[in-house]
């Protein structure tokens, strides 16, 4: 029972590149979430999915979108990466159904973009 | 709408300390709240969590009340450790805003010998 994986664990991009950030949970949670964080900034919340076929915004959507695959796999992708995306980026996940069911989170993938 | 406050750090303590680090939070309703923990270069995990007024969370030494009256749920331990060194985050929940957490900006501790 691996949790949620997250790929890659490391990026290093140079300013206007795009790149795909991987999630996967194998706990059959329905809602999905991914979450950047800064120093002094704590979690902000970029995109999340409710369920399976719904995606929404959540603080700070801008120059991110998202796909939710299926139930398993929700993926985030920087279009053309600006420095401003560096950042250390979580994807976690929920049951959902109840206000009782914590979030569990990715080890983290840590992005420079020079 | 619906926000988490806590404390400023960061929180320098000797071995054997008591902590206290405050949350307090805004919500509508009845909201789940959660305690995370986030050890250097990992990412967040469940500390505890009460999902009804006056519920006690705890787990592994760590303690923290559910207290609508005062809309808080400070995370407490009476003796720290060096292992407790970490950041912890205060977090609510509420099922009908699509399942969304909203978090502290979380409390770094460092814990000395």
């Known amino acids: 029972n691996a949790g949620v994986t997250q790929t890659p664990k490391f990026q290093v991009l140079k300013t206007g590149q795009s790149m795909t950030l991987q999630c996967a949970q194998d706990?059959?949670?329905?809602?999905m979430y991914w979450y950047r964080q800064d120093p002094g900034m704590g979690l902000r919340l970029i995109y999340y999915?409710?369920?399976?076929?719904?995606?929404d915004k959540g603080e700070v959507p801008n120059g991110y979108n998202v796909s939710r695959l299926n139930k398993r796999e929700f993926s985030l992708r920087l279009e053309s990466a600006a420095p401003s995306q560096t950042s250390v980026y979580f994807c976690a996940s929920t049951e959902g159904r109840s206000s009782y069911n914590e979030q569990f989170f990715g080890p983290g993938t840590r992005l420079t973009v020079l | 709408g619906n926000s988490v406050t806590q404390m400023e750090g960061p929180v320098t303590l000797s071995e054997e300390a008591f902590l206290t680090i405050n949350c307090t939070y805004t919500a509508t309703g009845y909201p789940s709240l959660f305690w995370y923990v986030q050890y250097p270069g990992e990412g967040l995990q469940l500390l505890l969590k009460a999902t009804k007024a006056d519920d006690k969370g705890s787990n592994k030494g760590f303690e923290a009340t559910y207290r609508k009256e005062t809309t808080s749920f400070h995370l407490e331990k009476g003796s720290v450790q060096v292992s407790d060194s970490a950041v912890y985050f205060c977090?609510?929940?509420?099922?009908?805003?699509?399942?969304?957490?909203?978090f502290g900006t979380g409390t770094s501790l460092t814990v000395i010998p």
């Open positions: 999915s409710a369920s399976e076929g719904t995606t």
């Open positions: 977090a609510l929940k509420k099922t009908n805003t699509g399942n969304q957490f909203y």
């Open positions: 706990m059959n949670h329905n809602s």
